[in-house]
């Protein structure tokens, strides 16, 4: 059985982030979805609301299951003798992250590697900071995250 | 009449905003330029500060009207009646927020459209947190901002 | 009246470009579609043939005229009166060539200008090479081109 | 069992390729190397002569199984029963090419989805052509192909 | 004699800075080592600190010298009269800041020219803050930094 | 004495690469500008021409001689003694093609080192390859080659 972890900091998960966790169901037999703190950002969901917000979409799914992150990714991939992680790609990533991030994890666990999957272009713009920008602003976000996120979105602005 | 509109936050403006709102005058016969609040950087000038030293170069310009931005970009176009949006390309731009940017405004707001103008090469590395490190530093920002916002960086920073 | 000229070799047209050319109509008031040699590539339709497949779509329509292009693209500007070069950008752009043609152009002739519009993100990885590149791998190109290009590709192919 | 599809022109194979056919090893329980006609390239070496330097490598691998490829390479998949293909990427990939690539293959079979495994950084800047390029040169190759392949772009030259 | 100047925030210096160094010395007769504040960023270092980690390492080599950068890096250059600034690239750089940065400074001061010089491609994604991100995980840090370097930031962390 | 060695196709010579011979003057005592072949594009000049050419400019300045390369540039440094290789970089360089000359040459040759100059950002969309395309165009390039180098591709034109 492959598995495969797909770890970010999901403040909050996106269309965009659940597309991605839906092609690597069809590619892996079972995906880890790993929350991890950010240290570069302030949150604004704590890490079990956001995990709760993740299971509010896979909750039920027998081929995935979501936890907190913590300490070093490539630490939680042995833990759980898991060697695939999966990043998902952007038509707009920002690569050179992307590339620092994955050699850096190689250089730390050889045997771990990294598969990068391409989101729908539909959401090649689509990023967690975006959709909280849109938030602050009023904008209309339902297009760009599931509706239980956007509600929690909205109570949590209050 | 076309119209367009030039957002930014424009703290301070400089000479290659200066240079886009001139081109675009060329290109269209009104030009809203719409100073916005700056969410992820802590504002050096306030929005009033920052509109009164655009009008210091444009107040007489019947082609251009600078106000401040409250809310979406795209609201405000809506208010206005403009279906135009204008953003400045630089050959070191970073292709991948215009991209998000144009992309979630079109998403938002199907019917306007954003044009991109291409600064003139002597701008092409310059930028307003540019200019705010430089006046850190004591550099000679002469080539970089008109006089008058110089003069008002200098008077900020005593 | 503003006008501009979107100018490009259209071997042949596709979607995306006319995505592009009804994106100009909404801004300007008169689009020319100037079609040109393709000094590196080898031609797959004549200059006449491209035109006649471009007025298939554009012919009727009183905002739009097609022509052949000989020579440079900011003489013919000058000869037309119109001051004003589209070029279309995509999320997968080769922004490089974009750039050192605009600002060779800039050069040439300083008071015409670029303006860049972004085609839909459906069309962000579109170009006429890809449809000629399908039609020889027997694809189906439907999505790709108006449905009597497809039908001149076929028809050229036999 | 899990199968992918790592297609190229393989033009000769390199090392990166071979990393990159190991990687793809570890991760699926199958890998079907296809070797494509490059249509816009000259080919150095026949499709035959191309998979005969892939078997020297991988003949005896019971995951590993290389064939020529005509026509479209989804329609391959699909023929395969294959719905992931494989592409390597280099920190100074072409990620426009490989972006038009995937999307042009997800338009036209949307079940097929591309997973994008990194070389090590070692080849991050290794290709075929250069592997030619140096050949004509009279470089020593030997860090960058099989002895093998060394030895027949050394008689293919005479 | 030709002197560079090679400057930085080195909070705190890594492999591949020392890589840079050491490469300039094989162009330069002599290189200036200087250490700057970073407007942008916490300092993890003070920059006494960060001078006394660099001299760990090059205190006894009598082609290098390192010292505190306040002000302009091009004031710093003309005061020790030096005209050459070192950059080093990565091949995942951010070349925007990079040519931002050279651009201002030969527009400060045009007798002063950058020349960038690449880092061995296996620090192509080490810097800085992936050095402090990773010390803060608990990650072992021993083939980013030298020694002495990785005892003081572990110090630090306590 | 420092020497290195500036070598490209040169075909022909233009404003940009006169401006990186100046700048690498004035940070080397000696610079040899190598005429190479080149692989992929048809030469318009040949390589005695294209010496002349360079010639033209430099044949009495003691600190630059011009040579015809010929089998690898490493090759050719070490036979010159020379351990530097200069690079231009234009704000729209193709960075990748770059990376991948200086890590092969430094595969091939460790002791041999690239330095990166930037050209003056008015020639940043500047290539011989424009030159010519322009020339065919009937386009005025005086601001683009030397005089002499204009009345070369008039007369070749012919």
């Known amino acids: ?15 965009g982030h659940v597309d991605i966790i839906n092609r690597a169901k069809g590619i ?11 240290l570069n950002k302030t949150a604004f969901f704590t890490i079990d609301e956001r995990i709760s917000l993740i299971n509010g979409i896979f909750k039920d ?12 990714l490539v630490d939680y991939a042995q833990k759980k003798g898991v060697s695939i992680l999966i990043r998902g790609l952007r038509a707009v990533s920002d690569f050179d992250v992307e590339f620092q991030m994955s050699l850096t994890n190689r250089e730390l666990a050889p ?10 272009s539909k959401y090649s713009y689509l990023s967690s900071s975006l959709v909280k920008e849109l938030v602050h602003l009023k904008a209309d976000i339902e297009d760009f995250v599931p509706s239980h996120v956007k509600d929690a979105l909205k109570e949590k602005l209050k």
Do not use: Q, R, W
């Open 61 to 72: 799914d027998p081929k995935v299951e979501c936890n907190g992150l913590e300490g070093l």
């Open 111 to 120: 045997k771990i590697d990294t598969v990068f999957l391409m989101t729908d």
């Open 28 to 38: 892996f037999d079972f995906v880890y979805v790993a929350v991890s703190h950010n």
């Open 1 to 15: 059985m492959t598995k495969a972890i797909y770890a970010g900091s999901f403040d909050p998960i996106t269309n």
